[in-house]
């Protein structure tokens, strides 16, 4: 069985979980938490697992695999249905520029170990950290709505972020505005954002990844 090693508020196993779920693959889910026992994630054993130190991390019987959507997507080519990934390179493309539009430029700069280094090394107050990831969450998601609105590839743009099928473009999307809403991000300027993340927590597979359906939550 595919082993996940996840914490129920980390957004890139948030990501994992969704992708695990829309394949309907059986996981067992292993909690590493990241605040308890000074950050278990930097414990010499779970270091072993992913030298990185960062959830998630995924085991497929000896292969042990680590980044979000590297992880995804293996899963889509080791396990294709139902495909996460269009089969057009040009759909393909567009796709992964989505997600890595939230992997890449929003979720880096407002991680746990930043926003710990801002109110830790640079003496930030909790409201000043707050301010930070607001203002970066709120630039980064109207750059996902502009690609999502604006421009010769937004007839793209079908129930889900690309098509009528969800996508890892839409994967990334949830837990994305699931931690702008847990901050008290203004969304308002993102009403595609905010119909699409609707349009998929109706999906059982969503449901079932949210961080307040995990074994860990708190």
């Not at 990185?52 to 979000?68: F, W």
């Not at 129930?159 to 809403?181: E, I, M, S, Y």
């Not at 449901?207 to 939550?217: G, I, K, L, R, T």
């Amino acid at each position: 069985m595919l082993k996940l090693y996840t914490y129920f508020r980390s957004s890139a196993a948030y990501r994992v979980r969704i992708a695990l779920n829309l394949k309907n693959l059986e996981y067992e889910a292993i909690p590493v938490h990241l605040v308890k026992d000074g950050g278990q994630h930097l414990k010499e054993d779970y270091r072993r697992v992913n030298p990185a130190g960062a959830v998630p991390a995924l085991a497929d019987r000896e292969l042990s695999l680590s980044q979000s959507l590297a992880i995804i997507e293996y899963l889509d080519e080791a396990y294709p249905y139902p495909p996460l990934l269009p089969a057009d390179p040009a759909a393909r493309a567009r796709v992964r520029a989505i997600a890595l539009d939230i992997a890449c430029e929003i979720h880096p700069i407002n991680n746990l170990r930043v926003l710990k280094y801002l109110t830790g090394q640079l003496g930030l107050t909790e409201e000043q950290k707050n301010a930070w990831y607001r203002h970066w969450v709120e630039v980064g998601l109207a750059s996902v709505e502009a690609r999502l609105t604006t421009g010769p590839n937004a007839a793209m743009t079908g129930k889900f972020c690309h098509g009528d099928h969800p996508t890892l473009a839409d994967c990334c999307l949830v837990p994305q505005v699931f931690n702008a809403r847990r901050f008290g991000c203004r969304l308002d300027h993102v009403p595609t954002v905010v119909r699409i993340d609707a349009e998929c927590r109706t999906l059982p597979a969503f449901v079932a990844a949210a961080p307040e359906n995990q074994p860990d939550a708190e």
